[in-house]
């Protein structure tokens, strides 16, 4: 009789059910709790500011798109390196680790980020946006253009757009400081996209200012990161309902040694 060996078989197989010891540890792990404003949140501010003498902006050769040569008369400098009056601006300043931001999540905004090909070059030039938040990538010109971010940790795309065309929404799955932007039909078109799971994060202004609200009590890392003049790192402690202003030197001579 193989009846009994036929029962201990479905008996076996039944045991490797989902509720099954053998397999829950395989499960995913539960959320992490959304994080609930408490009112004593922190703001942070402050300035991104060169030391050093400024190299001078170059100009593009954009001969290759007769179109971009009339949309760029008096736009068409790299933008890498923008500084007013020693102000640093497309300087990325966020939370690197620290307070609640391992425990809990943060609500994702429904707004949505727009990367814009306008006269040429990406607008913004850097600019950050949440995990799983939307994108909408805008040609605004009378010409084609192509998107193609190079992430490491996301999905890698490439995209291109004819004049007049609709706009492409994506999102970006994981965190990852930075990924660069190209536009493989205009080599010049660069930009540079933060993706972060929390909302602590800011680009400077044209007067190399940033304002980061809402910060939860404890103590971080924070980072000014710029793709030019390198990055520095910081120990904070911010305590309840604290304005705190908090700005970073870059030497533009040790940065330019750097890339040399």
Same mark, same amino acid.
């Given at each position: 009789?193989?009846?009994?060996?036929?029962?201990?078989?479905l008996?076996?197989?039944?045991?490797?059910?989902?509720t099954s010891?053998?397999?829950q540890g395989?499960q995913?792990t539960?959320?992490?709790?959304?994080?609930q404003?408490? !009112?004593?949140?922190a703001?942070?501010?402050?300035?991104?500011?060169?030391?050093?003498?400024?190299p001078?902006?170059?100009?593009?050769d954009m001969t290759?798109?007769p179109?971009?040569?009339?949309?760029?008369?008096?736009?068409?400098?790299?933008?890498?390196l923008?500084?007013k009056? %020693?102000?640093?601006l497309?300087?990325f300043i966020?939370?690197?680790? !620290?307070?609640?931001l391992?425990s809990?999540r943060?609500?994702?905004?429904?707004?949505?980020v727009v990367?814009?090909h306008?006269n040429?070059?990406?607008a913004?030039?850097?600019?950050?946006v @949440?995990?799983?938040?939307s994108?909408?990538?805008v040609?605004?010109?009378?010409?084609?253009?192509?998107?193609?971010?190079?992430?490491k940790?996301n999905?890698?795309?490439?995209m291109?757009?004819?004049?007049?065309?609709a706009?492409?929404? @994506?999102?970006?799955?994981?965190?990852?400081?930075?990924?660069?932007?190209?536009?493989? %039909?205009?080599?010049?078109? @660069?930009?540079i996209?933060g993706?972060?799971d929390?909302?602590?994060?800011?680009v400077?202004d044209e007067?190399?200012?940033?304002?980061? @609200? !809402?910060?939860?009590?404890?103590?971080?890392?924070?980072?000014?990161?710029?793709?030019?003049?390198?990055? %520095?790192?910081m120990?904070?402690?911010?305590v309840p309902g604290?304005?705190?202003?908090?700005d970073?030197?870059f030497?533009v001579?040790?940065?330019?040694?750097?890339?040399e």
């Open positions: 009789m193989r009846f009994p060996t036929l029962i201990l078989t008996l076996f197989l039944l045991s490797l059910s989902p010891p053998v397999l395989t995913e539960p959320t992490k709790p959304l994080y404003p408490t !009112g004593n949140e703001t942070l501010t402050g300035s991104i500011i060169a030391n050093g003498e400024v001078v902006a170059r100009r593009i290759a798109d179109v971009c040569v009339k949309l760029s008369v008096g736009r068409n400098e790299l933008q890498d923008l500084i009056n %020693q102000q640093v497309n300087t966020y939370l690197k680790s !620290g307070g609640p391992d809990v943060f609500e994702v905004p429904t707004s949505e990367l814009e306008k040429c070059q990406y913004p030039r850097v600019f950050g @949440r995990v799983g938040q994108v909408s990538f040609n605004s010109d009378p010409t084609i253009h192509n998107t193609h971010p190079t992430p940790h999905r890698e795309w490439n291109s757009q004819a004049a007049g065309g706009a492409v929404a @994506r999102s970006f799955s994981r965190a990852e400081q930075f990924i660069p932007v190209k536009d493989n %039909q205009h080599p010049w078109e @660069r930009a996209l993706v972060f929390h909302p602590f994060f800011a400077s007067f190399g200012n940033y304002e980061i @609200r !809402g910060v939860p009590p404890g103590t971080y890392k924070l980072v000014a990161w710029h793709e030019k003049l390198g990055e %520095q790192e120990e904070i402690t911010i604290e304005n705190r202003k908090i970073f030197t030497d001579a040790k940065a330019r040694s750097a890339m």
